[in-house]
């Protein structure tokens, strides 16, 4: 499975890319989501340059410390999250920093993505990946391109692409 999240590439997105991906998601709330991660991401690369550091350090300070707390979110800029992220709703919504999400992937609200212990790794969504409402991912899985999570589903091993998974623990029942 391969991940290619446009962090990982170096490709820096532009702000047609960041007005894009803003219209291209439903909800309000999710589409607002994603705008203040692009952006914080967009300031963190820009911070090796002189100018851009402070903007970086307000604007870095301002998203963990105000933004996401107000909307009930944790999406840390440190993960790694592919281009065409839709997010319905994100109350509830937590992301391990290590994660890395692939291209047009859905989360919805009350989604857990995270490590099973401080130190465990954590896991990596594909491309195309729908999460239902209340599905926790857990520890150094992967998650195959395609895949369908139901809601309240509980992920702690390996999918492979394509698949639905539902339960807890999640099963892979197609």
Known sequence: ???DCAQDKGKEMTVKDLIKE???NTC???ALIVL???IG???RERRSRVFWWLPSLVYRAYYARVFCPLIGIYLPLACSIGEGLRVFHGFGLVVHP???IGKNVVLRHGVTIGSKCDDGGAP???DGVDVGAGAILLGEISVGEGTHIGAGAVVTTTVPSGRVVVGNP???IK
Request: hydrophobic share 40%; proline share 4%; no cysteine.
């Open 1 to 3: 499975m391969t991940n």
């Open 22 to 24: 803003y219209r291209g």
């Open 28 to 30: 309000p709330v999710g």
């Open 36 to 38: 203040h991660y692009r």
């Open 41 to 43: 991401v967009l300031l």
């Open 98 to 100: 290590a994660s890395r």
């Open 124 to 126: 990596v969504v594909g």
């Open 170 to 172: 999640g099963r892979v």
